[in-house]
């Protein structure tokens, strides 16, 4: 059973300061690795996808993978009321199919 | 650029009745997925297309599910009859596909059975 491991949380994070969401993943052989956002009563929204080994920044927002430990985090900087969210870890094993984590409840306290 | 687009956004029902769930994919994305998501389960992938296939429909909970991509801008998933367990949201999203796998997702729509 390939599985998806989050911190189901709630994670709370004060204003201006940098959230750390991780994620860890059963299969070694998985190339592809996505972090959504869903909102309460919204539908996840795609944030930041990482193929390579090491970090991707975009914006505030920066993911790191590490494939010899099968773990990949989400950093975000200058954390915003806004980030207030549910993250959701996503790893693709070996088709196109998606298998999610049960996800990180994230409150940014201002 | 429009989304993906599901329709009915909400679907009140009774036990017993069947309900039929619509989604647009986003022009161009050849790869088409369903999920239901619950408090108690999360995201669960019920099935998935590609190029208008049926490639994965390991995750139908059973017979009364059912799903149909007659072409590649339109699918459905046809709960038949409908149960209160099944009360769920269930999202559509695409893909480009075709070693682009980032999926996009529909509003979802909200489903109750009474």
């Known amino acids: 059973q390939k599985e998806v491991e989050q911190n189901s949380g709630p994670l709370s994070v004060p204003e201006g300061a940098i959230a750390s969401l991780n994620c860890t993943y059963s299969?070694?052989?998985?190339?592809?690795f996505f972090w959504y956002r869903q909102y309460s009563g919204k539908s996840p929204e795609l944030i930041m996808f990482i193929y390579s080994n090491g970090d991707k920044e975009d914006g505030r927002f920066t993911a790191q993978l590490n494939k010899a430990s099968q773990y990949v985090s989400l950093l975000i900087r200058d954390s915003q009321p806004s980030d207030s969210a549910t993250y959701l870890c996503?790893?693709?094993?070996?088709?196109?199919?998606?298998?999610f984590g049960t996800g990180t409840r994230l409150t940014i306290i201002p | 650029d429009a989304g993906v687009i599901q329709s009915p956004r909400h679907e009140v029902t009774e036990m017993g009745q069947e309900v039929t769930l619509r989604c647009k994919p986003i022009s161009g994305h050849n790869s088409l997925f369903w999920y239901r998501q619950t408090m108690m389960r999360g995201l669960e992938l019920l099935i998935y297309?590609?190029?208008?296939?049926?490639?994965?429909d390991s995750g139908m909970p059973e017979d009364r599910f059912s799903a149909k991509m007659p072409n590649a801008s339109f699918s459905t998933l046809k709960i038949q009859p409908s149960e209160p367990r099944d009360s769920a949201v269930y999202f559509c999203?695409?893909?480009?596909?075709?070693?682009?796998?980032?999926?996009?997702f529909g509003p979802g729509t909200r489903l109750t059975v009474t």
């Open positions: 297309f590609n190029n208008n296939v049926p490639i994965d």
């Open positions: 996503a790893v693709i094993f070996g088709n196109e199919k998606l298998t």
């Open positions: 999203a695409s893909s480009p596909g075709t070693a682009v796998y980032e999926q996009y």
């Open positions: 299969d070694r052989g998985s190339q592809s």
